[in-house]
């Protein structure tokens, strides 16, 4: 089972940032956690990762809490092309991947 | 193209037969992956080798189902029999050793069986 929960949908004006949010409250101390993006019909794409700090790459940054109980993927400037489902995935070495159904994200004109 | 390359992208099938997909990683990625997803899911953990040995399996893949890496390089996942449940996009991933967190996925074989 999915050791994540996010929203099931959400709706971002194109050019505003998107705010992804993502729980994860039986994170273990060695557990990243993950993000990635499903464009409709494509295989998922990888965007960004962190263990316990902040992260910023091209594509988005990533908020976890202190605690790490709980994270946000951002998408600075949102574009009509990043409508696809978010999955937020926790992941330590030794293990695979466990996507849960994510959150479909629309950007909207 | 240098991604993960899976053939055939669609492939149509009447039930009871068999087929057989197959995946490219990136060059010199040691682990490559196998999932399933269903319309509306995420994708499903199937198997995984590291280079050439199978190390894990999905109780999902069952003895229907058979994957293999005889080189350490390309895939193959052959499910025999096949039944209509067996409708689904099977997806296939890579990743290296030293980055074996960042898994770069293929464009994914959908499966019709009718």
């Known amino acids: 089972d999915a050791k994540t929960t996010q929203p099931t949908s959400m709706d971002c004006a194109e050019g505003r940032a998107a705010n992804l949010p993502c729980n994860h409250s039986t994170i273990s101390g060695n557990e990243y956690v993950y993000w990635y993006r499903q464009i409709h019909s494509q295989g998922p794409q990888y965007i960004i990762h962190?263990?316990?700090n902040n992260e910023t790459n091209e594509m988005a940054s990533l908020i976890i809490t202190e605690d790490r109980k709980s994270s946000t993927l951002i998408l600075p400037h949102a574009k009509l092309r990043y409508t696809a489902v978010y999955s937020c995935i926790v992941f330590s070495w030794g293990q695979n991947f466990v996507f849960g159904p994510g959150t479909r994200l629309s950007v909207l004109p | 193209d240098t991604g993960v390359s899976q053939d055939p992208r669609h492939k149509i099938t009447k039930r009871g037969q068999n087929v057989t997909f197959r995946c490219d990683p990136i060059s010199e990625h040691n682990r490559l992956y196998w999932y399933r997803q269903t319309l509306g899911q995420g994708p499903e953990f199937l198997t995984y080798f590291q280079n050439e040995a199978q190390l894990e399996k999905s109780r999902l893949l069952s003895d229907r189902f058979s994957a293999e890496r005889p080189k350490g390089s390309f895939s193959t996942l052959e499910i025999q029999r096949t039944e209509q449940g067996d409708s689904a996009m099977y997806l296939c991933?890579?990743?290296?050793?030293?980055?074996?967190?960042?898994?770069?996925f293929g464009q994914g074989t959908r499966l019709t069986v009718v």
């Open positions: 962190g263990l316990k």
């Open positions: 991933a890579s990743s290296s050793n030293r980055e074996a967190h960042e898994a770069f």
